[in-house]
Each structure stands twice: as C-alpha cells, then as structure tokens.
C-alpha cells in the first residue's frame, strides 16, 4: 500500500510539472486518493474523506490563511499610499551611480517586503522601481531580478506568515519556529550579500528601456506618490511587535495596516482607503490561500493512521540517518524543490514533511529545518515560482537564466541551513 501511495505522489508531480492540473488541484486529487488507498471510508466522523480530509484539512491552516489575508492587505498599502516606491527611491537617490550600493538599497527594502507577503506581490513591491533603477546604473538585468529575489528570500525567516504557514504544517510551536528562523537569517543574509557583491562586480549592456536617473531628482514635495517619511516604518511594525514584544501574528499584522492608514491617509478618507485595499487584498491573497487549503487537505490525509502505517517503513529506509548522511543526502536533493519537485513546501513537500513528522523519521524541529532550507532555494531560483517569473519579465530575461545566477547561492544558503538543523536538532 506505502508504494501504491508513493506512485500516487510521483503521478501527483508529473501533472504539476507538466501543467495538466493546477497545483491546488493536484494536491487535492492527490489527497483524496491517498486517502482511499490508506483506508479511509467515503463519509464518517472519524478517519474518512469527507470529514478528516476535506472537511478538518481545508480548515487546517487557517489560521495561515488568515496571516496571508492580513500580510497582502497591508502590501496593498504599501503599494497604494506609496510607502514601498518611495523607500525605493530614496535608496536608489542616495546610492547615486554606484551600482553595488543602488543593488544593496534595493535588497534592503525587498527584505522589508518579503518580511510582510510573499510571492510575486512582494516582488512588484520592490521591484518595480528598484528593477529598471539598478539597470539604469550598470547592473545586469539577471542580476537585477535576482538582486530583488534574494531580498525577498532573506524577509523569508522573519516572515510571519511563513512562522504560522510552518507552525500549521508541521504542529510545531511558533515560538521553535521564530527561534530556528532568527538562527537561520544570518546564514541567508551572507549569502545574499555574496551574492549581490559578486555578481554586480560584473557589468554590461544596459536594458533598452532602462532611463538613467536624473543627476538632480525633483524635490520630494512635487513627486507624486511620496509618502511621509514616518510612514515608511511600517512593514517594521509588525516585525518589532511579533519579534521584540512576542505579540501574536495577527494583532502584529493588524497593527502594520493600522499603522500604514493613520500615517498616510486622512481620517475622513480612512474608511474609503482601508475598504478598497481590503477588497484588492482579496485579490492578491486569494491564490496562496487556495493552495494552502489544499495543503491542509493533503496533510490530513498523510496523517491517516492507514497512511502512516504504510508510508512510515519505506519512508524510513530511505530516509538518511546520522548527522552527515542527513546534510549530504538532502543537500544533494535540493533541485528536488524546484519545478513543483516533491521537496517543494508550498505543495508535495508539506505531504513529505507531514509524513517524516507523522512517522517519527526525524524530529519536527529537524523537519521544519529541513524545509526552510529548502523554502530559500525555492523562493529565489525555481523558475516555475510567480516571483521568480515576474522579476525575470520585468528585467527582461527568461526566468531560466536567473535561476542559473542564483541556484549557486541558494544552494549554498540550504546547506548552510541543513547543517545548522543537524547541529542543533540531530546531534
């Protein structure tokens, strides 16, 4: 039965990969599937499709969904009352023609907005001044996406929708994943910084629509969009509060976007403002919480007693053990995340972390870092990812090619992050 639920996964992969189904939908079927195969009646109070799976599982990381709703409501802010544009350029100003410093300008601020959503929205955020702003003084469009990227990728660990999306998949406190994550930043920050400082050293031709800034940028009071320098502290908000003072993610988020309106909007505008990017948030959120309802549908299922029974021998035999074999083995499958592999934790992965946690393979804290290693090279080098997509369209290269600049880095940021989980959780 174990293999009949592993052939079910690798068919599972091949329809994601080939885009026959959308991913949510994969996942579902897949989920369903296993289920029946592990045992599981049609309907039921206990251990049955129609309860356990689709009806706890699609309710499973709500509370992930929830943190997604909050964290895209406040992007929304941060692209509406210019907030994220205006950091941009007064990054990009003060770095003047030195692409390194207009590169490392850019990178801050993506770090700030990876820290707050994630995916293509955070992206846009940062990237769509900050993109043609780097290529205009010298640096390679590649690079400029990926510089962009590795931002985002470096907000990953103090992402706190990420903390509860990893909390909810793996049934691990948020307090072990906000402690793993803050050990992990520092590893991700030099590697980024590695990354930015290497390849900007390597100059050519500038993007066809790229315009050079002006020497002399017109004041601050005539430029639309500029929002109040006091404003632009708030994707820091929700950080200082849910890092510092340990407040829970949502008041931490609800507190950004309260922030975000009082500082840039009238108050007999406030109501208008927060109901239209509350609308448009929908929008943007409305994607990754389909995928995460059909995450906790197929968790649900890998978590059957049927499931884990089957699934827990072959898993284990496979699995490597002793801190070495754990670091080279996995550090060797890290292109298993990208193209929709079964080490991505935004869709199969989350099911083969739930079954290495289920089982008793490894330690949950070993799992969740395993996965956040994983989730780095995910986020900035897999070429099928929308910010990954995006930003390469943007600076006008295949996503291909960024994926080339930056897999050396991620690569080596996931086996920093596989032996810190050895060192701290195998040892």
């Known amino acids: ?7 079910v996964m690798a068919v599972g992969v091949v329809l994601m990969l080939t885009r026959v189904l959308p991913t949510a939908f994969a996942l579902g079927l897949m989920a369903v599937v296993i289920a029946l195969l592990a045992g599981a009646t049609v309907l039921g109070d206990k251990n049955s499709v129609g309860t356990t ?16 709703l909050l964290g895209s409501w406040l992007g929304t802010l941060m692209e509406d009352t210019g907030i994220a544009s205006t950091l941009v350029r007064k990054i990009v100003e003060f770095g003047g023609e030195r692409p390194a410093v207009v590169a490392l300008g850019v990178y801050s601020v993506a770090v700030l907005c990876g820290s707050i959503t994630g995916s293509a929205p955070a992206a846009m955020l940062a990237g769509v001044v900050g993109i043609p702003a780097m290529i205009a003084v ?19 660990p103090l992402d706190l929708i990420g903390w509860q ?43 066809a629509w790229a315009v050079r800034l002006d020497a002399k940028p017109p004041s601050a009071r005539v430029r639309r969009g500029d929002a109040p320098w006091y404003a632009l502290a708030a994707p820091l908000v929700p950080i200082v509060l849910a890092l510092g003072l340990h407040v ?40 990754p919480i389909v995928l995460f309802v059909a995450i906790g549908v197929l968790l649900s299922a890998v978590r059957l007693p049927g499931a884990v029974s089957a699934l827990t021998p072959i898993v284990s035999a496979l699995s490597p053990s002793g801190t070495v074999l754990f670091v080279l083995v996995f550090a060797a499958l890290v292109p298993l995340c990208l193209y929709r592999g079964p ?23 070993a799992v969740l870092g395993l996965m956040a290693s994983y989730g780095q090279v995910l986020g900035v080098s897999d070429p099928t990812s929308t910010q990954t997509v995006w930003s390469a369209q943007y600076a006008g290269v295949r996503p291909e090619r960024v994926m080339a600049s930056t897999l050396p880095y991620t690569w080596l940021i996931a086996i920093g992050g596989l032996v810190l989980t050895a060192a701290l959780h195998l040892t």
């Open 1 to 7: 039965m174990g293999y009949a639920i592993l052939a």
């Open 248 to 287: 829970p993610i949502v008041p931490s988020l609800l507190a950004g976007v309260v922030y975000a309106l009082v500082t840039t909007t009238r108050p007999g505008k406030l109501g208008e403002r927060a109901l239209r990017s509350l609308y448009r948030a929908f929008d943007v959120a409305a994607p």
């Open 343 to 365: 080490f991505n934790v935004y869709g199969l992965g989350a099911g083969v972390a739930g079954v290495l946690v289920s089982g008793g393979i490894y330690p949950s804290t």
């Open 53 to 68: 799976v689709l009806q706890t599982g699609s309710t499973l990381l709500a509370a992930t969904m929830i943190a997604v």
């Open 165 to 207: 999306f990893l909390s909810d998949a793996i049934k691990i406190p948020i307090e072990q994943v906000r402690s793993f994550q803050l050990t992990l930043f520092p590893i991700v920050l030099v590697g980024s910084l590695l990354y930015i400082l290497v390849e900007t050293r390597r100059h050519g031709a500038r993007h």
């Open 138 to 156: 010298g640096v390679r469009p590649v690079v400029a996406g990926g510089t962009v990227l590795m931002g985002i990728a470096t907000g990953l």
